[in-house]
């Protein structure tokens, strides 16, 4: 028996692409899954295909009483929270002096203020039960600049410092709190690009939802001794640009450079 069986985990934009990954991997892991999102009739879909202790519940992470009732939902049908993951986001273009304010203060709505709504509600249930696991999925666009994303990069980059906030504030609880970073991963939000994208990374290609679902599975279940980390599932794309030289070329650096 699974250290999490009669226990609830909670994914956020769980309906689809990476979320939809996630719920997967953790419902193998004895726990009750709610699958959280605005996408009824994918999640519905979702939750009938995998069965036994999955469900959907229509979640607004912008609402605080959606919140409220997806988590009594989530510990009413499968037992105390355990797992908390805050994976639903958006993604809309322009730079700093282009977008427009409604786009901008929409992105920080769902990116940031709700993924921290969602830890300001779980945080009470998880403290009751004892403890447990909160998993903000960030991006690597919180680890470095992108032009062109201005709402985007600043979510991310304040979802990496409410991470570190909360792993503080949530640690005499017993409630582990980590950020996942994912690079251009295969999922509809990443839809229109091609391949350039990631030529010029060490592992040249785009990542899958299941590589990314597979490092939110350890960090849930396994990492137990790590809070307020990140963890990192990017093809090497933020490790730094490879200069490339001929044997001969190299020859021309001067001695010791």
Not at 37 to 51: H, M, N, P
């Amino acid at each position: 028996m699974s250290k999490y069986t009669g226990r609830s985990a909670v994914v956020t934009g769980g309906a689809r692409g990476i979320g939809a990954a996630v719920v997967r991997a953790l419902a193998k892991e004895g726990l009750g899954v709610v699958i959280a999102d605005i996408r009824e009739a994918e999640g519905v879909r979702l939750a009938y295909e995998l069965g036994g202790d999955v469900s959907f519940q229509h979640l607004d992470v912008t609402m605080e009483h959606d919140w409220t009732r997806v988590l009594e939902a989530a510990e009413s049908e499968y037992g105390p929270l355990a797992v908390l993951i805050n994976n639903a986001g958006i993604l809309d273009l322009g730079g700093v002096a282009e977008v427009h304010r409604p786009i901008f203060r929409h992105v920080l709505d769902v990116n940031l203020y709700g993924s921290w709504l969602g830890i300001h509600s779980a945080a009470p249930l998880l403290a009751r039960a004892g403890g447990g696991v909160i998993v903000n999925v960030s991006s690597t666009a919180g680890l470095m600049g992108y032009s062109g994303l201005a709402a985007y990069v600043t979510s991310k980059w304040g979802l990496r410092g409410l991470t570190k906030a909360a792993a503080l504030d949530l640690a005499p609880s017993g409630i582990r709190v980590c950020s996942v970073h994912p690079g251009p991963i295969r999922t509809p939000m990443t839809a229109g690009l091609d391949d350039s994208v990631v030529a010029g990374q060490p592992i040249p290609r785009f990542g899958e939802p299941d590589e990314v679902a597979a490092m939110i599975r350890f960090v849930a279940i396994e990492a137990t001794y790590s809070t307020g980390s990140e963890f990192v599932v990017d093809g090497g794309a933020t490790t730094g640009a490879a200069i490339l030289t001929t044997p001969s070329a190299a020859t021309d650096f001067p001695v010791g450079l």
